[in-house]
């Protein structure tokens, strides 16, 4: 979904369109925020969630910082739709790696 809302701010050029990509992503969001949460408690030992939190927000935070400035420097060197364009190639290539590194076992 991240994929396609980037995707979708990189070829769109009209107001309307853009504030519903945003809608859309604010939907996502909202939608997902909540379960990443849960899916930490439930995979940690209670004694441990106060730092798996911790540690969850620290590489939130620098993936965020990394990711705003690549795509501030895309943005200012080649524009909005090749950064957003990026965006979304980067997002689906997380999203291969993660079905490539997490199958579902076999009985």
Not at 27 to 50: H, M, N, Q, W
């Amino acid at each position: 979904m991240y994929a396609a809302v980037y995707a979708g701010f990189a070829v769109s050029h009209a107001l309307p369109a853009l504030l519903a990509w945003f809608l859309v992503y604010g939907f996502y969001f909202g939608l997902t925020e909540g379960t990443e949460k849960a899916l930490i408690a439930d995979l940690v030992p209670s004694a441990s969630r106060g730092t798996a939190f911790g540690l969850l927000t620290a590489v939130q935070g620098i993936g965020s910082l990394a990711a705003s400035l690549l795509f501030g420097v895309l943005w200012t060197e080649f524009g909005a739709a090749v950064a957003f364009a990026t965006g979304a190639a980067l997002a689906l290539a997380a999203t291969a790696a993660l079905f490539l590194t997490f199958r579902e076992p076999t009985l």
